[in-house]
């Protein structure tokens, strides 16, 4: 008997010691590891890929895209988009926050719909005709065969940070106009934001948003000094 209870001990200090001696290595001395590797090699994206302003202040993160929008009115639903900076894709039909209303929470997910389904269709074709109004402007028309499908369309997460450049390219004029800019001034802002594909061939040329609303702040206020 007094074998059997000393074996028992031995059994359970040694899967005590073995519970200790893992999490030290593994809760640790582990983590502390990769963070600080991930810090001396990758800090930017180890801090989650933060963005500052001209001032240094982080106005959001270049993994996660962002609206542009007007107040909200009283009796509208949803708030219209601040038309002097450039539009992310949709990220409408993902539903609210119902959960907990003390908290403007982020949702992401797709809409999981067909592409066949009346609600998809009818939203797409909404989209399309937001996109041409507010894009054309007095000396430029914009034609519904001109908007691309990231116009119109959300990202399988909702948050895509980025457009392709036809998208950018589309809003120009009217991104021009809203800050008494000239079309070749905001042409070379969305030239140079424009990121090739990866390594030459994965993915496809991309806009990030928020990097070029920055851009666009910068650029209207210093012409603004200038001109005044």
Same mark, same amino acid.
């Not at 949709?90 to 066949?116: E, F, H, K, Q, W």
């Not at 009346?118 to 430029?140: P, R």
């Given at each position: ?14 899967? $005590?010691?073995?519970l200790l001696? !893992? ?8 983590? $502390? ?6 810090? $001396? ?7 989650? =890929? ?14 996660? @895209?962002?609206?542009?929008? !007007?107040? !909200? ?19 409408? @039909? ?19 719909r ?27 028309? %914009? ?14 997460? @909702?948050?895509?940070?980025?457009? =392709?450049p ?10 021009a106009?809203? +800050?008494? !800019? ?19 061939f994965?993915?496809?040329p991309? %806009? +990030? ?17 200038a001109?005044?």
């Amino acid at each position: 008997m007094n074998n059997s209870a000393a074996n028992t001990g031995r059994v359970l200090w040694a899967g $005590l010691r073995a519970l200790l001696a !893992l999490t030290v290595v593994c809760g640790v001395l582990y983590p $502390l590891a990769v963070t600080g590797i991930a810090q $001396l090699a990758l800090p930017g994206k180890a801090n989650g =890929s933060e963005i500052k302003d001209a001032s240094g202040k982080v106005v959001g993160s270049e993994l996660i @895209g962002q609206r542009y929008d !007007l107040p !909200l009115k009283d009796g509208e639903e949803t708030a219209a988009p601040d038309l002097r900076w450039f539009q992310p894709r949709p990220s409408n @039909g993902l539903g609210s926050n119902s959960v907990n209303t003390r908290y403007s929470l982020i949702l992401s997910g797709a809409t999981n719909r067909s592409g066949d389904d009346a609600d998809l269709v009818q939203w797409v074709k909404d989209a399309k005709a937001a996109v041409v109004k507010d894009n054309s402007t007095a000396d430029h028309e %914009v034609k519904p065969s001109d908007v691309p499908a990231d116009a119109v369309t959300s990202s399988g997460s @909702g948050l895509d940070p980025h457009i =392709s450049p036809e998208y950018a390219k589309l809003q120009v004029h009217r991104v021009a106009e809203k +800050n008494g !800019l000239t079309v070749a001034q905001v042409e070379k802002l969305v030239a140079d934001h424009t990121d090739d594909r990866i390594l030459g061939f994965i993915g496809e040329p991309r %806009v +990030n948003v928020l990097k070029l609303n920055i851009a666009l702040k910068d650029l209207a206020a210093k012409d603004l000094t200038a001109k005044g």
